[in-house]
């Protein structure tokens, strides 16, 4: 079964902290990359990190030094720790799975195939 399932999300005050997690079936957790996305109101949807196999990560420059990408084997769970939220924070996140191509940057929503239903985080300055 192909599954992803996010939660975690919430409403915070900006400076703040928040954990999300994904779990994912076993099969996708495996075999494919597994990222986080997130889409604010009326944007386009955004790679924030991702994690491959060999737990090579890859962050996009927003929340470097904020966020925190790493799974879980035993659980098959994706984590994204949140740190010094900002208001641009806010959106939809969603957990993805993908085979992004060689030289990608891991964080191209077009190179995953599998998605989450999505968990709301919205940060309040």
């Known amino acids: 079964q192909v599954q992803l399932v996010e939660s975690g999300g919430g409403s915070v005050q900006a400076g703040g902290s928040l954990r999300l997690s994904c779990v994912v079936s076993a099969y996708l957790y495996n075999r494919y990359t597994l990222a986080w996305f997130r889409q604010a109101t009326g944007k386009e949807r955004e790679g924030v990190a991702a994690?491959?196999?060999?737990?090579?990560?890859s962050y996009t420059d927003s929340v470097k030094g904020r966020f925190t990408i790493s799974k879980d084997n035993a659980k098959k769970t994706l984590y994204l720790q949140m740190n010094s939220l900002k208001s641009e924070d806010t959106a939809m996140y969603y957990c993805?799975?993908?085979?992004?191509?060689?030289?990608?940057?891991?964080?191209?929503?077009?190179?995953?195939?599998?998605w989450g239903q999505g968990t709301q985080v919205t940060v309040s300055s």
């Open positions: 993805a799975a993908g085979w992004p191509s060689f030289g990608s940057t891991w964080l191209d929503h077009h190179e995953y195939n599998y």
């Open positions: 994690i491959v196999i060999d737990d090579s990560t």
